[in-house]
């Protein structure tokens, strides 16, 4: 059975096929007629039927750790909810949801927070994600609009992709560009990020700009615009507004001072001005690097504005392009998911669209102002403004700044309801009450991807233990409150209602109507393919491109040029904490990991949470590559790996998002992020925190293999996962045991079994290597050093899978390095076939002087085509980029 459905990953929004064999075994491939990927997958999608087992799954509702009937459980959370609202009125309680919610799930929460019970206090983790971005798109046009479609990134001449790492976060959607970029020769690629990323692999230009100046060297361009032939004055005259106030404010600025102030040379900047003012067809992507700033929405602004200046937007490749991260962060925007919006795209302070949707919802008490922003939110539970929260399909404990402050208001909290898929996360361990939701492959409803496509999620999968969708445990909630409006039959019934509201009354007003999708029976909306909205009734098939006649959904329906004064982020750095934390993603990983963290293929790409450092500030602080360091931030600190790299701007230091107290023990980059967020959108400066780096010089370091699940520490450093066919351990320590042999076998969980152990012991050199065999294959080993050079996982890993160990093999243990040539195949890159960095380099050496010839001799890179930019990297053929030095 063969099931189209859409990848719940990435704002990309690849159609996938999933197909079950008789035995019931899943596997998963691009759908070659969805529009967004023509079948490619990129590494994560790939690994899509290996994150849908059932292990460490939530499958019962628990009530204070116990399990509980599903009865018992809404109850509690109903008469919870009911007496907090009872005693201290509908603002004391709070729904902190999320991107990944499907849009009828999105639907529901809101239509009960802001029509039933009557708070606003609902918000999502799109706050920490997209809130800059529809600040921007509203003060610009009126709405929040996404005006191209991707086909605009195939047909532009030039890309300027801004706080965007597209290889690794967007990559089905990076590889169309590379591929056009190919057929089109002319088309040029423009890079703007202070770290060189993996998307500066085919790249015409980088700039590597100081942390946070972004709206400088927007507000540069835009000024180098003006005196440039590129203004489009019918356009600006007879559809915009605001053009002299925000040409005032950047009067006189030179590409000199632009270039100092973004700390770039003045020819790589006065290079990409003139590329900008000489191409039509531009496309402008942003994504982080632009959202998450306390002046993120000036940002997107500045950007805007030099595409209203151009008269480009609207038109066949060109236009701003905000790219989503979530699956479904535009389904969000949709039914009004933020704190300070209404459902279908109305506003919460607009008492007309107040009282349209009170009439349509027959709603008894809208909200009537807006409620609280994530970090706000947080901040009333920490204080106990708000005593009952429910928080659905987001880990607020790992992702939001601030995060050791989170936790502990969490633990205060008086109700801590959690909906999740997984048992054991960072959020779950401090709910009251814990609600098991269908995850991906199981549930049904639709997403909606950065071009504003709907997209339909389709079950293929059973229900698997008492998992229950969330938009019914939701409505059954809000029942059991004694609600009425959330009888639904189905999730078609859901999307039916949400369909009519985006039309109702709005003849035109509106951006978002889906009016037409509104009478699809139930046969028609399983079977509903990919459509760009708005779908009407003038426009059945959708709509691929906005503002093509240049009407904006302002009062006078004229698009707004906002002045930009440009800020600098909101902590600086001092003597004390010297470094700008920058924080991000990796290729392989999600998030929080709950999903991509369970399969050992994509944590072969990156196993640690790390910290990349430029060389010199690595020299300064004392620390070397491969070691550790210890983090810290006036707000927390966490321990990582060392990376050294000249990718890294001087004075910056990247490390990733994902880690979190279930896989590391102090991996948590957010426990050191402060909270500061732009005022308009309320998004936090994710980007930007002043901190120090120390080498962390514990008194050993370790690592674990095995084959059944490993003790993990209770303090110290640690980091867990899977690899290969075993379990990986990495840790260090401060105290020594008494004997490492006990300390080994007790580890391992293997303390009273009777099994032949190979051991080294040099006590002098405080190195240790045991291994244990099982008839005659690896069962576990323990490597012990007193410094991190420790001999390699990769290596030691691909043992295991043995069936019976060799002579020299067991000889290799003991030496702790392998004898064979190419036995260590090093880091992995290409996590689709499994090839590790030193066989790509081995073959380089041979002679492969491309990647397609290192695909032709190893595979890597021919299958997802995510780790291409690596291997172009390390072959060293990085296309023939201007090398814009950073000054
Ligand atoms: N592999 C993977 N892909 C994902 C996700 C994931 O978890 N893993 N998550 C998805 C989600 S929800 C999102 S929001 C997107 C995010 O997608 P992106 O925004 O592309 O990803 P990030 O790594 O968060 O940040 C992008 C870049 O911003 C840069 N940056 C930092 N400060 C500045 C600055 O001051 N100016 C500029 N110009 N750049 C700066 C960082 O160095 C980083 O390379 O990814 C989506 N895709
Ligand atoms: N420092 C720093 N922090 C960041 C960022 C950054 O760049 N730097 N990026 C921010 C951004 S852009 C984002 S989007 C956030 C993401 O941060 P989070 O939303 O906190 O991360 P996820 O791991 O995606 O959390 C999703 C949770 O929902 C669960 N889940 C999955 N599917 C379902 C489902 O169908 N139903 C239910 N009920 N639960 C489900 C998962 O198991 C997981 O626990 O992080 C933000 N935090
Ligand atoms: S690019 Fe990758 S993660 Fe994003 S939707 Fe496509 S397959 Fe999923
Ligand atoms: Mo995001």
Redesign the pocket.
Known sequence: MAVKTTCPYCGVGCGVIATRDAAGEVSVEGDRQHPANFGRLCSKGSALAETIGLDGRLLEPLVDGQPATWDAALDRVADGFARVIREHGPDAVAFYV???LLTEDYYVINKLAKGFVGTANIDT?SR??MASSVAGHKRAFGSDTVPGCYEDLEQADLLVLVGSNAAWCHPILHQRMLAAKEKNPACKIVVIDPRRTATCEGADLHLPLRSGSDAVLFNGLFAFLAGSKAVDREFVGNSTTGVVEALKQVAGQTVAQTAATCGLSEGAVGLFFDWFARTERVVTLYS?GIN?SSSGVDKVNAIVNCHLLTGRIGRPGMGPFSLT??PNAMGGREVGGLANQLAAHMELENPAHRELVRRFWRAPVMAEKGGLKAVDMFDAIADGRIKAVWI?????V??LPDADRVRAALDKCELVVV????RD?DTTRHADVLLP????GE?DGTVTNSERRISRQRRFLEVPGEARA?WRIICDVATRMGYSGFAYGSVAEVFREHAELSGFENNGARDFDISALSTLDDGAYAALAPVQWPVTSEHPAGTARMFETPKFFTPDRKARFIPIAPRAPRHATSRDYPLVLN??RVRDQ???M??TGKTARLLSHVFEPYAEFHPEDARLAGLTNDGLARLTSPWGEMIARVVVSSDQRRGCVFVP?HWNAEFAGEGR??AL?NPATDPLSGQPE?KHTPVKANPYAPKWHAFILSRNPIRRPETGYWVQGKAGDCWRLELAGETRPESWRDWARAQLGLEDVEIEWIAYRDPGAGRFRYAAVRDGRLDGCVFIAPDHTLPSRAWLTGLFAEPQLSANARMSLLAGRPFGAGEDTGPVVCSCFGVGRHQITAEIARGADSVEAIGRRLKAGTNCGGCRPEISKLVGTRAQMRQAAAS
Do not use: E, F
């Open positions: 999320s991107g990944q983790n920490l994600c982080q998450q991260g979530q659905i399909s987001t880990n607020p790992v992702s909906s999740d898929c997984v996360t939701a269908l995850a991906w549930k969330d924080s991000g999600w998030h929080t709950t999903r998002m980059v957010n992020v994710s």
